[in-house]
């Protein structure tokens, strides 16, 4: 596992984070997605919690953007973020695809003490072990539909979020936490190579607060990167 290098200061972070997103929109490297980027529709309500939860991240307090907005439906919040940290992980996975591969990650792992096998219940109900980039192909291709379907993630106004919303939530976020943690222990050198860690970084700090603010992901399931929490945690007290 490489040294993870950790961004110094929240004005830091914000730039950084700054840059992720116009990275996405720009020409360069990063706009390489592994998967089509998943558009909230404009003149939704759900478009202006995005375009809140990306302003009160310029605030430079992390956890304070991460926190339910006054007034705000909750589901709504964990979906408009839920959809926004698909499409930063597809972003981040797409700029290193070719170095993960089917020979150099046979196996979807996390370290040499955490190897993940891909069951989704509906197409496949057996776990299977099969390699990173497969794993994470069927792992992104699973979030899109689900992000896809209305029922799930409606996008309407007045349209209420099904009862298993907050599961399915759940489910998605622990999942899209594994390819955060593969792109740590395993191609953490390759990303430092393409100067890309302060993107990687910044955008990992923004998922932990939000899945600890709201607690979405149990801590056993953090435990591969638990060192690296721990000291983004540290650096913002």
């Known amino acids: 596992m490489g040294h993870f290098c950790l961004i110094e200061s929240e004005t830091q972070s914000f730039l950084c984070t700054i840059c992720c997103f116009l990275y996405v929109c720009s020409g360069s490297r990063s706009s390489k997605t592994f998967k089509p980027k998943k558009n909230i529709p404009e003149g939704s309500h759900q478009y202006e919690l995005l375009k809140h939860a990306e302003a009160t991240l310029g605030s430079g307090n992390l956890r304070q953007a991460v926190m339910l907005p006054e007034g705000e439906d909750l589901n709504e919040w964990i979906a408009v973020n839920t959809v ?13 695809t070719e170095f993960c591969t089917e ?8 370290g040499p003490r955490y190897e993940y096998h891909w069951a989704d219940g509906t197409n496949i109900k057996k776990p ?3 390699s990173a980039p497969k794993y994470i192909d069927y792992l992104m291709t699973w979030v ?19 009862k298993n919303f907050m599961s399915v939530a759940k489910t998605i976020l622990k999942r ?7 792109i740590y222990h395993q191609h953490f050198d390759s990303v430092m190579q393409l100067q890309e ?8 700090k923004h998922f932990i607060f939000f899945v600890q603010e709201f607690n979405l992901i149990d801590r056993r399931e953090l435990a591969p990167l638990q060192d690296l929490i721990e000291k983004l945690g540290s650096k913002d007290r």
């Open 144 to 162: 899109q539909d689900q992000l896809d379907d209305e029922t799930l993630f409606p996008s309407k106004i007045g349209v209420p979020f099904p």
């Open 103 to 110: 020979t150099s990650c046979s196996v979807m792992s996390a």
């Open 84 to 96: 926004d940290f698909f499409n930063q992980i597809n972003m981040l996975y797409g700029t290193i």
């Open 197 to 204: 860690e302060a993107h990687l970084n910044t955008s990992f």
């Open 128 to 130: 299977i072990k099969c």
């Open 176 to 182: 899209l936490f594994r390819v955060y943690a593969h």
